[in-house]
Every structure is written in structure tokens, then in C-alpha cells.
Nanobody, 134 residues
């Protein structure tokens, strides 16, 4: 069974950068889509990025597009979320999630069509907290 562990959260000043990691154990990321979500205090969990190990289809929410970049290192079984130009409104608990899709429809494309849901992903990490504050 795929298990995910996030790391890299912390306190950063506005305008700063942080890189989150999501490491898988149990299986490899081959054939998987990796989603990144966040939940700010008092808010619902928000899907912010999706990247596939199979093809180039990816998704970024409008709130992070141009500032955040997701990537995968299949050799290390690790996904990354590079976050630049951080704002106070980026303060949240960040989660990674994974779902195998193989050569079937890349679920990240569903997110680009506005049809993505949390239930698209079966495996979730425990979350890592990011606080953007001076």
C-alpha cells in the first residue's frame, strides 16, 4: 500500500520560498498522479496542483499559478512543490495525495477541466504546516 510522507514545511517571510517534499514508500510513483492540496484555518481543503508521472498533463490553481511548481523524481520516489513569492494567504497545512492512473485518463486533466475532486486521490500524506509571516 502506498504511504506518503510530507516534509519541508515551516515559517517563511512574505516573498520567500519553500520547497515541500512528498516521499512514497511501498510502491513507486510510476503510473501515478500526485496532487497537492492545502487547507487554511477555517477554510475547506483546496486542490492547488496535480502532476502525473505518465504524461505532461498538469494542473495549477489560479491562486498559485506562476508561483508554485510541482515536480517528480521517480528515482527517489519523491514529489516536490517549489513555492516562490509566498504570501500570507498561502499559510495552510499542505497535503500531497496520489492516485494510480497508468495509461488511463490522467486525472490531472480532470482538474484542468474544473472537474477534479479530492476523491480522485486514494492515498494521502499527513500534512505539513506552512506559515508565511513576518
Amino acid at each position: 500500500q502506498l504511504q506518503l510522507v510530507e516534509s519541508g514545511g515551516g515559517l517563511v517571510e512574505p516573498g520567500g520560498s519553500l520547497t515541500l517534499s512528498c516521499t512514497a514508500s511501498g510502491v513507486t510513483f510510476n503510473g501515478y498522479a500526485i496532487g497537492w492540496f492545502r487547507q487554511a484555518p477555517g477554510n475547506e481543503r483546496e486542490g492547488i496542483s496535480c502532476i502525473s508521472a505518465v504524461d505532461s498533463g498538469s494542473f495549477y490553481s489560479d491562486s498559485v499559478k506562476g508561483r508554485f511548481t510541482a515536480s517528480l523524481d521517480s528515482a527517489k520516489n519523491t514529489a516536490y512543490l517549489q513555492m516562490n513569492s509566498l504570501k500570507s494567504e498561502d499559510t495552510a497545512v499542505y497535503y500531497c495525495a496520489a492516485q494510480y492512473h497508468g495509461h488511463q485518463l490522467n486525472i490531472c486533466r480532470l482538474w484542468n477541466l474544473g472537474a477534479g475532486e479530492e476523491d480522485d486521490f486514494a492515498s494521502w500524506g499527513q500534512g505539513t504546516r506552512v506559515t508565511v509571516s513576518s
